[in-house]
């Protein structure tokens, strides 16, 4: 084995192991954003040897299960008004500011109020856009200033790359 290979490996694996961690998170983010956009009901619980969603479970037990989703609400007002303070003090209206720019903040200020994580890429070319918190993901890091950080990247979406390019 070569020089170039081990170190290949040992990135691979890096990034193999950084990718499972990430697991628990991309778990949850999923359940805190079905539950935001009103799916409070699918949770899996046991019941028994059978395995049953909370909504299968409250129809058996003979009751109807209600959805008063107020966290989506709150989510909602939040960036709204978000972008209504954005608008009045002037943020976006700077030289230089990309016109897609408020939509992109707003869009990650809601993403980081379901799951807890916003992450923005920033281009050679200062392009900016929002990385799906799903396809991200980053070595252990213990540094609040994150001077620890080995390995930062996220995974290619082709689906989302081909949107991009027939949109353009």
């Known amino acids: 084995m070569n020089k170039h290979t081990t170190h290949d490996n040992r990135l691979i694996y890096a990034a193999r192991d950084a990718w499972l961690a990430a697991g628990d998170f991309r778990r949850r983010r999923d359940r805190f954003k079905r539950y935001t956009y009103g799916d409070q009901w699918s949770d899996k619980i046991c019941d028994g040897p059978w395995l049953r969603s909370e909504r299968e479970q409250i129809y058996l037990s003979g009751k109807q299960p209600y959805t008063n989703n107020l966290i989506r609400q709150l989510v909602k007002t939040v960036v709204g008004r978000f972008r ?8 976006y209206s700077r030289a230089g500011s990309a ?7 707003a869009r990650l200020l809601e993403e980081f109020l379901i799951s807890g994580m916003a992450v923005q890429r ?5 392009e900016v856009e929002n990385v799906n918190p799903r396809l991200f993901f980053i070595n252990a890091v213990k540094d609040p200033c994150c001077r620890d950080i080995e390995l ?4 290619r979406d082709k689906e989302h790359h081909k949107k991009v390019e027939s949109a353009a």
């Open 122 to 126: 920033i281009g050679l070319d200062g």
């Open 99 to 105: 016109p897609r720019m408020p939509e992109l903040d």
């Open 152 to 155: 930062i990247t996220r995974v």
């Open 84 to 91: 209504v303070l954005a608008e009045s003090r002037g943020y």
